[in-house]
């Protein structure tokens, strides 16, 4: 199974600055069936990105997925108070599909 | 819009099973795949299986080695996950979730609220 890595694990940063988060595939992902999602305590994971640079309905342009291959980046391009939250990474182009472990983006 | 509502938590004995229900509407139930995914505490999300929900043919993943059935009743909307053999580390949040549309049947777009199941002697 394809094992997705996620960097880093812990993100400290300011409302108003940039994210750039990392996911990195243990195989290549094929046709860049890859997708981000946020999840908040409590709550249900939302889907943000999908075919790794496609956003889904309803979410801001502030957000933007890139890679290909083994590489792939999830870039906030300024931080909101509600982005606060744990980004997953998941590829869907082999089964099983399967998750990152996570970045946690918090206020710093 | 989309809502999967899932029901309630549940507490178990091991070796025993668990049978959660997700209940669809907002859209054409057969038209997008259901999917099942938990979260064990402190663990990343893990992908357990998918269902079409239209011919009702299904997919697991082999990291259950069989302890995952999912099925669906079309005339109630509505999808089955049940997990047999149940051990410890099956504790965890488990979520249905829809696929985001009818061309993309494996992105997982909507996701039910969660129902813990907790399996503990």
């Known amino acids: 199974e394809i094992v997705l890595t996620q960097s880093p694990g812990t993100l400290s940063l300011s409302p108003g600055e940039r994210a750039t988060l990392s996911c990195r595939a243990s195989q290549s992902v094929s046709s860049s069936y890859l997708a981000w999602y946020q999840h908040k305590p409590g709550q249900a994971p939302r889907l943000l990105i999908y075919g790794a640079s496609s956003r889904a309905t309803g979410i801001p342009d502030r957000f933007s997925g890139s890679g290909s291959g083994t590489d792939f980046t999830l870039t906030i391009s300024r931080l909101e108070p509600e982005d606060f939250a744990v980004y997953y990474c998941?590829?869907?182009?082999?089964?099983?599909?399967?998750f990152g472990g996570g970045t946690k983006v918090e206020i710093k | 819009q989309v809502q999967l509502v899932q029901s309630g938590a549940e507490v178990k004995k091991p070796g025993a099973s668990v049978k959660v229900s997700c209940k669809a509407s907002?859209?054409?139930?057969?038209?997008?795949?259901m999917h099942w995914v938990r979260q064990a505490p402190g663990q990343r999300l893990e992908w357990m299986g998918w269902i079409n929900a239209g011919n009702g043919n299904t997919k697991y993943s082999q990291n259950f080695q069989g302890r995952v059935t999912i099925t669906r009743d079309t005339s109630a909307s509505t999808a089955y996950m049940e997990l047999s053999s149940l051990r410890s580390e099956d504790t965890a949040v488990y979520y249905c979730?829809?696929?985001?549309?009818?061309?993309?049947?494996?992105?997982?777009?909507?996701w039910g609220q969660g129902t813990l199941v907790t399996v503990s002697s």
């Open positions: 998941q590829q869907y182009g082999s089964s099983p599909l399967t």
């Open positions: 907002g859209y054409t139930f057969t038209n997008y795949a």
């Open positions: 979730a829809s696929a985001v549309s009818m061309f993309e049947q494996l992105v997982i777009g909507y």
